[in-house]
């Protein structure tokens, strides 16, 4: 979280400011018209980092290429697994939301990894739980065979494959 609040502070772009100081949904719609993906995915790290849900949820939307990339950009620019796991169940729910209604839905893979994958690598229960909620699923393997439940297991994150195993047909 300290990481993507450094990014909003120091030569932080007009987008990531009008994130940072919770400006309103038009303004930050204007300023995303015209920036680049790479600045839009730091703006999505800026506003999980500061809890401003309404415009997670915006900006996700923004991103066209489904769920994963919503994740995925809250993994990049400086924004690491502590500061996905400090974020706020509404937070956490905004992202999830703003997955579902790209293309793609929360399935949509990004780099070989879905959401749900992502998630249980990392040890999100939070986000685990608000995926498989948002109806991920959880049977989807990357191309080396790996499922969530497997990941999970793996990194040795246990409440998460609890709350795998929970799902009917694991």
Avoid: F, I
């Amino acid at each position: 979280v300290e990481a993507a609040k450094q990014l909003a502070a120091d030569g932080a772009t007009a987008l990531q400011r009008a994130v940072r100081d919770g400006a309103g949904g038009a303004e930050v719609a204007r300023l995303l018209d015209t920036a680049p993906p790479a600045e839009a995915d730091a703006a999505l790290v800026v506003a999980c980092a500061y809890h401003r849900d309404a415009l997670v949820q915006e900006l996700g939307a923004k991103l066209t290429q489904g769920a994963a990339r919503v994740w995925h950009a809250a993994w990049r620019r400086g924004a690491s697994n502590d500061a996905v796991h400090e974020m706020g169940p509404a937070t956490v729910a905004a992202l999830v939301g703003a997955a579902a209604a790209v293309p793609g839905g929360v399935d949509a893979c990004e780099a070989d990894w879905t959401a749900l994958q992502r998630a249980a690598h990392g040890g999100h229960g939070r986000a685990v739980g608000a995926l498989l909620g948002a109806g991920a699923d959880v049977h989807l393997a990357r191309s080396d065979g790996s499922t969530p439940l497997y990941l999970a297991a793996q990194m040795g994150h246990e409440a998460v494959v609890q709350v795998l195993l929970q799902v009917e047909g694991v």
